[in-house]
């Protein structure tokens, strides 16, 4: 069956009878189904993937709706900064799911959902996640490089033990160090092998509006008023945005 704008309509609203808090933050965004790969927002609109969101069940789709609205809830689309955006979005991938791992009932099939790694960043900002990953990334990198260094030593020895050689074994390097792309164009981590659940993309026209975001904060603040005054404000959420 074809999943459709009003089939997502649909999902929020069942969204909203029992999980009313993060629907209460979805039911702005402008809805849009279109090929993206999993799901992304904006804080100005929602945009799923029919062609992966509509062969999920429905506990999944639910905990992808849910990962959306955390995006948001969290300001994951004002608080990038300079950061780059690829591995930006793995950092708000890891705090935003583990979050969901405390009540989530089923993950989709992505990336970012390793459990000690979700243990490990339980309760932790997306920026402090960002400079652990990086840290982690650099600190492997640089032992790759000390066990290459370390090769090239042992093989120019058994070169000097057996005489030497023309030099002509120089020319079958490609010039890499371990003859892997960089991942340059990407950012500085490593990519999951699996896509991310959904994305997240800075707030439209943030730059240039001085407002967007006090008006982002306050309606996440409205929200969380609303939900903890109905008895339904998760607490590792609430404790999350404060």
């Not at 209460?24 to 804080?43: W, Y």
């Not at 300001?75 to 300079?82: A, D, F, P, S």
């Not at 003859?179 to 991310?196: R, V």
Request: glycine content about 6%.
């Amino acid at each position: 069956m074809e999943y459709t704008i009003e089939s997502l309509t649909k999902d929020i609203a069942k969204l909203c009878m029992r999980r009313s808090f993060y629907a209460s933050i979805l039911m702005p965004l402008q809805k849009k189904v279109a090929n993206c790969g999993t799901a992304c927002t904006d804080g100005k609109s929602l945009i799923v993937d029919p062609n992966w969101f509509g062969t999920l069940n429905q506990l999944q789709r639910e905990t992808v709706l849910m990962h959306e609205a955390l995006h948001l809830i969290l300001l994951h689309n004002i608080r990038r900064q300079n950061r780059n955006a690829v591995d930006w979005n793995i950092a708000c991938d890891y705090a935003i799911n583990s979050l969901l791992a405390d009540d989530v009932h089923e993950f989709p099939d992505c990336g970012c959902i390793e459990p000690h790694l979700l243990q490990k960043y339980n309760g932790q900002s997306a920026e402090f996640i960002f400079a652990d990953l990086i840290k982690e990334s650099e600190d492997n990198e640089e032992q790759d490089d000390d066990q290459t260094e370390e090769s090239e030593n042992d093989d120019q020895q058994n070169s000097d033990d057996t005489g030497g050689s023309d030099g002509n074994e120089e020319s079958d390097s490609d010039g890499s160090k371990d003859g892997s792309p960089q991942n340059s164009e990407s950012g500085q981590l490593p990519q999951p092998s699996k896509p991310l659940m959904g994305d997240v993309h800075d707030l439209p026209d943030m730059a240039e509006d001085s407002e967007s975001e006090i008006k982002a904060k306050e309606k996440i603040l409205q929200a969380k008023a609303i939900a903890k005054a109905m008895g339904n404000m998760p607490a590792n959420i609430e404790r999350a945005i404060e």
